[in-house]
């Protein structure tokens, strides 16, 4: 998908910056570090977790006003996850199921909510 912009790059204000909001998503869309990942060892979960971290963190961190919200509650619905996948050395195996349920349906609600933000924002 291009990216088309509504606005142009934002200010150092702190307002975030449109274009970089939607270049960190398309980033994330083009490189999902989960994409080629069938079964994995704990070692490559953790690694693909620190980059999604990394991408989502990117996004939040541009996110302008409008998304800011939404693109916080993904960094943190992320964090939440790795939490649950660290306190069970990455092995799904190990995973409350319970607690990593819920923390895997906040991370796909939130995630669906930027997902729908990014393509309202950036055409």
């Known amino acids: 998908m291009l990216v088309g912009l509504l606005s142009g790059c934002g200010d150092d204000s702190g ?18 570090p989960f994409e080629e990942l069938q079964v994995a060892s704990p070692g490559e979960m953790r690694d693909a977790f620190a980059d999604l971290a990394v991408g989502v963190d990117r996004i939040a961190d ?30 799904l195996t190990r995973v409350d199921q319970l607690d990593y349920g819920q923390a895997v349906a906040s991370y796909t609600e939130a995630a669906v909510s930027v997902d729908n933000a990014a393509d309202a924002l950036c055409g």
């Open 62 to 91: 541009a996110a302008p006003d409008e998304v800011r919200n939404q693109a916080q509650r993904y960094a943190d619905a992320v964090e939440d996850l790795r939490d649950e996948l660290a306190g069970a050395g990455y092995d």
């Open 15 to 32: 307002d975030g910056d449109v274009a970089a909001f939607c270049e960190a998503v398309e980033d994330l869309r083009d490189d999902d």
